[in-house]
């Protein structure tokens, strides 16, 4: 199972961002997936989460800015990261609870991490 990332890059203060996760290999069903991230210096932290159902958690701070959405038949979560701020800068790494085919529990898996930049 491999989760691969994309979407991050160079933004201005204020730009918009919109990152995906897409997750493959032999998977039998997928429980929450989400977002974090962590600032060069800093621990990794919560961005947002979703569940199967479309419940979303986000970290308080971002509320308001940021969107997580899925895409079940895709494998797929999104992150949509609007009025973004120079603070907003890290590495964004998704995260996921697969069960993979022939295993009887969820896993925890994680992506390779994409940087996003906020600087004018």
């Known amino acids: 199972v491999q989760l691969q990332a994309a979407g991050g890059g160079l933004v201005q203060p204020g730009g918009s961002l919109r990152l995906s996760c897409a997750a493959s290999g032999s998977i039998f069903s997928i429980n929450a997936m989400g977002w974090y991230r962590q600032a060069p210096g800093k621990q990794r932290e919560l961005v947002a989460t979703i569940t199967s159902g479309g419940s979303t958690n986000y970290a308080d701070s971002l509320k308001g800015r940021f969107t997580i959405s899925r895409d079940n038949a895709k494998n797929t979560v999104y992150l949509q990261m609007n009025s973004l701020k120079p603070e907003d800068a890290a590495v964004y790494y998704c995260?996921?609870?697969?069960?993979?085919?022939?295993?009887?529990?969820?896993?925890?898996?994680w992506g390779q991490g994409t940087l996003v930049t906020v600087s004018s």
């Open positions: 995260n996921a609870y697969i069960r993979v085919r022939g295993v009887s529990v969820y896993e925890d898996y």
